[in-house]
């Protein structure tokens, strides 16, 4: 079954997405509420009228949160897959660009066209099954039309169909060990096999990845509580752990007390 390009969200309460692996460009337009993307390179907060392009192949954490009002958060995301990208580039006649270097969750300048784009598909959020197929790769294809419009510079973010290099472990690491994936998408993100990974990251620090990020991730963990007064409650996901049983037990076992009496002294 082929899977919808366009998502609509609407959340009524304050909602903490697990860590993911960016897929596909996402091109969000933010209804009401707020959003905070939590990324390698920092943070970035949206609100209500903001329209973000966040690119492919990147690690990102959102925060969900209704308004001040009390209106709850929507939005409503069309991602411009690879194979529509493609599509689109053959069509035009787009060969390779430069590589883009800009940031990796853009905030956009609002115009007329984009915003007219955006109101022409919230009606679907009623009328779900009015939204064909046919309908979605049309508005994919505006999608892409205004993007470039409004920023040329983003031909080469958009038409770049290359996989992710080899870059520094140690850098890339050091920025994403808070980040709860898979072992396969750290290797694949750092541009390598899962084996070449695994032999690149003894030689790097001296241990196992999974050794190392457990370690990471319950320093970090213990900096926030004892030096930022954070509970563990509100720790032990920002950090990369699943929940806070196996948070509490890891905690323990590396410095001999639970979160809570370290928060304490």
Same mark, same amino acid.
């Given at each position: 079954?082929?899977?919808?390009?366009?998502?609509?969200?609407?959340?009524?309460?304050?909602?903490?997405?697990?860590?993911?692996?960016?897929?596909?460009?996402?091109?969000?337009?933010?209804?009401?509420?707020?959003?905070?993307?939590?990324?390698?390179?920092?943070?970035?907060?949206?609100?209500?009228?903001?329209?973000?392009?966040?690119?492919?192949?990147?690690?990102?954490?959102?925060?969900?949160?209704?308004?001040?009002?009390?209106?709850?958060?929507?939005?409503?995301?069309?991602?411009?897959? *690879? @194979?529509?990208?493609?599509?689109? =580039?053959? +069509?035009?006649?787009?060969? $390779?660009? #430069?590589?883009?270097? &800009?940031?990796?969750?853009?905030?956009?300048?609002?115009?007329?066209?984009?915003?007219?784009?955006?109101?022409?598909?919230?009606?679907?959020?009623?009328?779900?099954?009015?939204?064909?197929?046919?309908? *979605? @790769?049309?508005?994919?294809?505006? =999608?892409? +039309?205004?993007?470039?419009? $409004?920023? #040329?510079?983003?031909? &080469?973010?958009?038409?770049?169909?290359?996989?992710?290099?080899?870059?520094?472990?140690?850098?890339?690491?050091?920025?994403?060990?808070?980040?709860?994936?898979?072992?396969?998408?750290?290797?694949?993100?750092?541009?390598?096999?899962?084996?070449?990974?695994?032999?690149?990251?003894?030689? $790097?620090?001296?241990?196992?990845?999974?050794?190392?990020?457990?370690?990471?991730?319950?320093?970090?963990?213990?900096?926030?509580?004892?030096?930022?007064?954070?509970?563990?409650?509100?720790?032990?996901?920002?950090?990369?752990?699943?929940?806070?049983?196996?948070?509490?037990?890891?905690?323990?076992?590396?410095?001999?007390?639970?979160?809570?009496?370290?928060?304490?002294?």
């Amino acid at each position: 079954m082929r899977k919808s390009a366009i998502l609509y969200s609407c959340y009524y309460q304050g909602t903490f997405d697990r860590e993911k692996v960016v897929e596909e460009h996402a091109l969000t337009f933010i209804q009401s509420g707020t959003v905070r993307f939590t990324t390698p390179d920092g943070l970035k907060n949206y609100q209500a009228g903001d329209m973000v392009l966040v690119s492919r192949n990147q690690l990102a954490r959102g925060e969900k949160s209704p308004g001040s009002s009390g209106d709850p958060f929507k939005s409503v995301t069309i991602y411009l897959t *690879q @194979d529509a990208l493609r599509r689109y =580039a053959a +069509e035009k006649g787009i060969d $390779a660009l #430069p590589r883009y270097s &800009g940031p990796r969750i853009l905030g956009l300048t609002p115009n007329a066209f984009l915003s007219a784009f955006f109101a022409s598909l919230l009606p679907y959020y009623d009328h779900p099954g009015s939204l064909t197929p046919a309908l *979605q @790769d049309l508005k994919t294809t505006e =999608a892409i +039309e205004l993007l470039l419009s $409004a920023g #040329p510079a983003l031909r &080469g973010l958009l038409f770049d169909f290359s996989e992710p290099h080899k870059i520094d472990l140690e850098s890339f690491m050091l920025k994403n060990f808070e980040f709860n994936v898979a072992l396969t998408e750290f290797a694949r993100l750092s541009g390598r096999s899962l084996s070449t990974f695994k032999r690149d990251f003894q030689k $790097a620090f001296a241990l196992t990845p999974e050794k190392w990020l457990k370690t990471q991730r319950l320093e970090k963990a213990y900096y926030l509580i004892k030096e930022k007064h954070q509970k563990a409650s509100d720790v032990y996901l920002r950090v990369g752990f699943e929940n806070l049983s196996h948070f509490s037990t890891a905690f323990k076992e590396l410095y001999g007390v639970n979160p809570s009496a370290v928060g304490e002294r």
